[in-house]
């Protein structure tokens, strides 16, 4: 494919905002404008984008965003419609002659919330990095999985070419499948913290002895499947050390580690069997 460089603005200043931005400014593309709720974000990030030879400016004009090729709106789920309707009523006041692609970057809503801005005349789609994202850790954005979503061929092929840009490895998936690997990534990284936060919490002062064993948990799941390799009290049906551990969460009044311990054990000896 080949090297292509575009014009892209960003509506929104939150982790997504600034690690996309990021990543495709680093790719050689210009982020001409960025565009938040909040101006002290928006400028800052506009300041960041524009280290390093880049020249973005912040707007609290929408209207200026649509002299870019891209308009990405990394904004919250539930503002995207919103900002898909304040987009589509610009371009129905102020006819032009050309319109950029718009897409949003949410996992799980579906690409019909851009429905205004289809109407309007304007070429939609998502394109989801599938990765955790935040501003205060660097991530190299190539390990990003990108799910694209774009009805249009040449709108398909400029999110294509975006993609190529960052190194990144991408898959075509309609919003259904997207919707069902956002849950999935839910499962993998938003409920995995969780545990961990629980037994942080139980092993105190001497948490970070447990990093070793969670990294490596970790390390044979992507060798092979989960199942294959879970191991501990609960497979083994010893019921004897459950006992012994769930006695020693009710006497330290742990009441919520005790809940998901119960369940959790309950369900490994069943889900291994299945394999």
């Not at 960025?34 to 020249?55: D, F, H, M, Q, V």
């Amino acid at each position: 494919m080949k090297e292509s460089t575009h014009t892209i603005s960003v509506a929104g200043a939150g982790n997504m905002a600034f690690r996309l931005g990021i990543a495709l400014r680093d790719a050689g593309h210009r982020i001409t404008h960025i565009w938040s709720r909040r101006r002290e974000p928006g400028e800052k990030l506009a300041t960041i984008l524009s280290s390093e030879g880049g020249n973005t400016l912040y707007t609290d004009n929408l209207a200026e965003l649509l002299d870019s090729e891209v308009v990405i709106l990394a904004v919250s789920d539930n503002a995207i419609r919103e900002m898909a309707c304040k987009v589509a009523e610009i371009i129905c006041n102020s006819p032009r002659s050309t319109t950029p692609l718009v897409f949003h970057t949410s996992g799980a809503t579906d690409i019909g919330a851009l429905e205004p801005l289809n109407a309007a005349g304007v070429t939609c789609g998502v394109l989801w990095p599938m990765m955790t994202l935040s501003k205060n850790k660097n991530i190299q954005f190539k390990e990003a999985p990108l799910l694209i979503e774009c009805p249009d061929p040449k709108g398909r092929e400029l999110m294509e070419e975006l993609a190529f840009s960052l190194r990144c490895e991408y898959f075509h998936c309609d919003s259904t499948k997207r919707l069902q690997m956002h849950c999935a990534a839910v499962f993998a990284s938003n409920f995995t913290n969780y545990a961990l936060s629980l037994a942080y919490e139980l092993a105190g002062d001497k948490a970070p002895y447990l990093i070793p064993t969670a990294i490596e948990a970790v390390r044979k799941c992507c060798m092979f499947h989960p199942d294959q390799v879970q191991t501990g009290p609960a497979l083994r049906g010893d019921t004897a050390t459950m006992e012994r551990h769930l006695a020693m969460l009710r006497e330290m009044g742990l009441a919520e580690h005790e809940e998901i311990y119960t369940l959790i054990s309950k369900n490994i000896p069943h889900r291994v069997k299945k394999r």
